[in-house]
C-alpha cells in the first residue's frame, strides 16, 4: 500500500541527503518525467533513489519497473545500489541496456518474424564476414567492407529501411549489399546488434498482441543518458509507454555527443512537445568541480543555441583559475603537460588522480612518447596504445623489412597489405623452401617466385624489387623521408585512405602521425637513421603494463564521458582539431565548421572541461604537424569563449 508523503521517513537511505531538486524528482508520481541532470549533479543517485522508492513508498512491484541503461557497467551499478536500498530480492530484475532488454523480448517471440528461437547474434567480425562474402559475390573489392558495415549500422540506428534507401540518394550498390546482407542473415538464423533493436520495433508495432503483452508487464519505465537514444531507441520507448505515459527520462542535452553514431539530440529538446504534460525537474547543484571551472564551462556552453537553459550552482568553492597556455608545436605541448602533471604529483596527486585529453586517436602519440621518456606510467583508456594500433605496426613491419631483410615477422605481416595477390600458401611455400639459419624467408620467397613463374611469379618479383629499392633509399634519407618513399611505393595511404568510416580516417590519421615521431625524433637526437628511430620506437612502452592502476589517464574526449579526474588536460585547442572539421585534411585545417558540428563539438569541450574536479588545463600549439604537414593553426573558438574571470593564461 502506498505511503502518504506526510508519512515519508527522511532518515531512510532513499530519501536521505537528496536537495530539493533531487526529492522532488525522486518523488515524483505518475506521468512522464524529464530530468535535466547537469554535469556532476548526482543523476545516479536519483534514478536509483526513484527506482527504491517506487517500490517502497508507492508500492510497485519491483518486476513492473523497466529500467534501461546504455552500458552494462552502467546496468550493474544501477542494479548494485538499488539493491543496497531495497535488498536484492527486491532489487527490479528488468534492468539492462536497450540490447539485452530487447534481445529478451526476441527469444520469446523470434518466431513471429521468421527467426528461430535459438537465433545467432552477429558481432562486428561476423557482420563484416558476411559482408565481404557478399562483395565477394557481387564482384565487389572486399577491402571496402567497413565502409558497408558503416552504412548498413547507421542505416538499422536511423531505422530505414530498402525502400527508404532507394528513394534517397544512395548508390545502389550499397542497397543491394544492404538488402543481400538481410537475406543472408536470416537465412543464417542471425542477428547483428543493430537487429536487435530493430526487430524488437517490429514486434511492437506489426504486432498488436505482442505489444499488448509487453506493455502489460510495465507500469514504470525509466532511462538512463536519455540524450544519447537514437531513432529507434525513442520509438520502442513510446510503444512501452502509450498506455500509461508513465516514463521518466535522465539526460543532459549539453552532453549530447554521439549524433555520429546515431544519437538524436532532438529527442530530448522536443521531449515536452512529444509530452507535453511532463514535468520537468532540473538538477542544478554541481558536487564535482570548483566554481572557476564550472563557470568557464557553463559560459562555453552558453554559445549553443538549442539547448535547455541550466544554471549550475558549483557546490565545492571557487577553486583554482582555469589555466590557459599557448605552445610552439606538438611536441613543446606534451613537454609542458608532462611538466604540469609533475607538479600535480607533487602537489599532492597521484598518477591516476591526473588525465590527458585529446580530440583524435592520433594525438595520443605525442603524449605517449613524452611520458614515456619521463618514466611517468600511463594508459590509453578506450582505446589501443598508439605503436600498438594495427596500421601503425604495418607501417612499422615496411621499415623493419627494408632495414633487415632477414626479419621474417615483419614480412609475414605486410606481404600482402595492401592486397598484391600473394596469399599465405605461397608463404607456407617459402617457409617450406627455407635451407636453414643462414637462409631467409624473403630470399626463399624470391626462388618460389621464380618457380612459379607466370602472374604469381611477376607478384612476387615486383614485391621483392620494391623492397630492395627501397632499402637501397634508406640509406642515404631519415626516417620522416623513408616513411614518404614507403608510402609512395606501397600505396599504403591511399590503401587506409579508402576506408571513408571515421574509423578508417583515425588509421589515416595514426599512419600519418607517424611522420610527426620520425621528424621530432631527428629535430631532437639529429640521428638520420631509419635504424635508430625504430629502436626508439620499440622501447616506447607504459610503465604500468600488469603494474594496476596508478598511472596518468591518456584518452579521447568520447572516451572519457562519464569519468571525473582532480587534474585534467584538454590538448589541441586549435580551430580544425578541436573543433575538429568534419572532413579533415591540411586544406581543410582552417575551413568553416558547420554550425550543427559546431554545436556538437562545443558540447563536446563541455563534456572535457566538467571531467575536472580541482585543476583545468587549457593548451593549444602555434603549428602542428597534420596529415603529413607542418600546418599553421589558430587557436580555438571556445578559448575565445571564455570568461576572464576565471581563467589564467600562462
Known amino acids: 500500500m502506498p505511503i502518504p508523503p506526510n508519512d515519508y521517513d527522511l532518515n531512510d537511505p532513499i530519501l536521505q541527503n537528496l536537495n530539493d531538486a533531487q526529492f522532488e524528482a525522486v518523488t515524483h508520481d505518475k506521468g512522464p518525467l524529464l530530468i535535466l541532470a547537469g554535469a556532476g549533479s548526482g543523476k545516479t543517485r536519483v534514478i536509483t533513489r526513484r527506482i527504491a522508492w517506487l517500490v517502497r513508498y508507492k508500492s510497485v512491484f519491483p518486476s513492473r519497473i523497466l529500467a534501461v541503461t546504455f552500458t552494462n557497467k552502467a546496468a550493474d551499478e544501477m542494479r548494485?545500489?538499488?539493491?543496497?536500498?531495497?535488498?536484492?530480492?527486491?532489487?527490479?530484475?528488468?534492468?539492462?541496456?536497450?540490447?539485452?532488454?530487447?534481445?529478451?523480448?526476441?527469444r520469446r517471440y523470434a518466431e513471429r518474424l521468421g527467426y528461430p528461437k535459438d537465433f545467432v547474434i552477429y558481432d562486428d567480425r561476423d557482420s563484416t564476414s558476411a559482408v565481404k562474402s557478399i562483395l565477394k559475390r557481387f564482384g565487389l573489392?572486399?577491402?571496402?567492407a567497413s565502409s558497408y558495415t558503416y552504412f548498413i549500422d547507421n542505416v538499422k540506428n536511423a531505422g530505414k529501411s530498402a525502400s527508404d534507401l532507394l528513394a534517397a540518394t544512395v548508390r545502389r550498390e550499397y542497397v543491394e549489399v544492404y538488402e543481400a546482407y538481410q537475406d543472408d542473415l536470416k537465412s543464417n538464423g542471425a542477428m547483428d546488434f543493430a537487429d536487435l533493436l530493430l526487430l524488437a520495433l517490429e514486434l511492437l508495432q506489426d504486432h498488436e498482441d505482442i505489444r499488448r503483452e509487453i506493455q502489460s508487464h510495465f507500469d514504470y519505465v525509466l532511462v538512463d543518458e536519455f540524450q544519447d537514444t537514437n531513432d529507434v531507441q525513442y520509438q520502442l520507448l513510446q510503444q512501452l509507454v502509450q498506455e500509461h505515459r508513465n516514463l521518466c527520462v535522465v539526460g543532459d542535452d549539453d552532453q549530447s555527443i554521439y549524433s555520429w553514431r546515431g544519437a538524436q539530440i532532438e529527442n530530448i529538446l522536443e521531449f515536452t512537445d512529444n509530452y507535453?504534460?511532463?514535468?520537468?525537474?532540473?538538477?542544478?547543484?554541481?558536487?564535482?568541480?570548483?566554481?572557476?571551472?564550472?563557470?568557464?564551462?557553463?559560459r562555453v556552453i552558453s554559445y549553443n543555441d538549442s539547448r535547455y537553459e541550466k544554471a549550475l550552482t558549483a557546490m565545492r568553492g571557487p577553486g583554482h583559475p582555469v589555466i590557459v597556455h599557448a605552445n610552439l608545436n606538438e611536441k613543446y605541448e606534451a613537454e609542458w603537460v608532462v611538466a604540469k602533471a609533475i607538479e600535480c604529483m607533487e602537489d599532492g596527486a597521484r598518477w591516476s588522480d591526473i588525465a590527458v585529453f585529446y580530440r583524435t586517436n592520433a594525438q595520443s602519440r605525442v603524449f605517449e612518447d613524452s611520458f614515456g621518456a619521463m618514466g611517468i606510467p600511463y594508459r590509453v583508456v578506450g582505446g589501443m596504445r598508439f605503436y600498438q594500433r594495427k596500421e601503425v605496426k604495418d607501417v612499422i613491419a615496411y621499415l623493419r623489412?627494408?632495414?633487415?631483410?632477414?626479419?621474417?615477422?615483419?614480412?609475414?605481416?605486410?606481404?600482402?597489405?595492401?592486397p598484391r595477390g600473394i596469399g599465405p600458401a605461397t608463404i607456407d611455400k617459402a617457409r617450406a623452401a627455407m635451407t636453414g639459419p643462414e637462409d631467409s624467408l624473403l630470399m626463399a620467397l624470391a626462388r618460389v617466385g621464380d618457380q612459379a613463374g607466370g602472374a604469381v611469379g611477376k607478384r612476387i618479383s615486383s614485391f621483392i624489387a620494391m623492397l630492395t629499392d627501397l632499402a637501397v633509399k634508406a640509406k642515404e634519407m631519415n626516417a620522416e623521408q623513408v616513411l614518404r618513399e614507403t608510402f609512395d611505393k606501397t600505396g599504403l595511404l591511399e590503401f587506409f585512405e579508402k576506408d571513408e568510416t571515421p574509423e578508417g580516417r583515425s588509421r589515416v590519421e595514426n599512419v600519418q602521425e607517424l611522420l610527426a615521431s620520425a621528424r621530432q625524433f631527428y629535430e631532437t637526437t639529429g640521428l638520420d637513421d631509419v635504424g635508430a628511430w625504430l629502436d626508439k620506437v620499440a622501447l616506447v612502452q607504459p610503465l604500468d603494463e600488469g603494474g594496476g592502476n596508478e598511472a596518468v589517464s591518456l584518452m579521447t574526449v568520447h572516451a572519457a564521458k562519464g569519468l571525473e579526474f582532480p587534474c585534467v588536460f584538454v590538448c589541441g585547442l586549435e580551430h580544425g582539431?578541436?573543433?575538429?572539421?568534419?572532413?579533415?585534411?591540411a586544406a581543410t585545417y582552417a575551413a568553416p565548421i558547420g554550425r550543427e558540428a559546431l554545436a556538437e563539438e562545443r558540447r563536446l569541450m563541455y563534456v572535457a572541461m566538467t571531467r575536472a574536479m580541482d585543476k583545468l588545463h587549457l593548451c593549444y600549439a602555434a603549428t602542428r604537424m597534420r596529415y603529413g604537414q607542418t600546418v599553421a593553426g589558430r587557436p580555438s573558438v571556445f578559448l575565445t569563449e571564455l570568461p576572464r574571470s576565471a581563467i589564467k593564461l600562462v
Not at 573489392?141 to 571496402?144: A, D, H, T, V
Request: include cysteine; glycine fraction near 4%.
Open 276 to 298: 507535453p504534460e511532463a514535468k520537468v525537474v532540473t538538477l542544478g547543484n554541481n558536487y564535482r568541480s570548483t566554481s572557476k571551472i564550472l563557470e568557464a564551462a557553463s
Open 80 to 106: 548494485e545500489r538499488v539493491a543496497t536500498l531495497l535488498g536484492h530480492e527486491d532489487a527490479p530484475r528488468w534492468m539492462g541496456t536497450f540490447h539485452s532488454i530487447c534481445l529478451q523480448w526476441l
Open 401 to 418: 623489412l627494408i632495414v633487415n631483410p632477414a626479419d621474417s615477422i615483419a614480412l609475414e605481416r605486410i606481404f600482402n597489405v595492401p
Open 141 to 144: 573489392p572486399k577491402e571496402g
Open 577 to 585: 582539431l578541436f573543433p575538429l572539421s568534419q572532413r579533415p585534411s
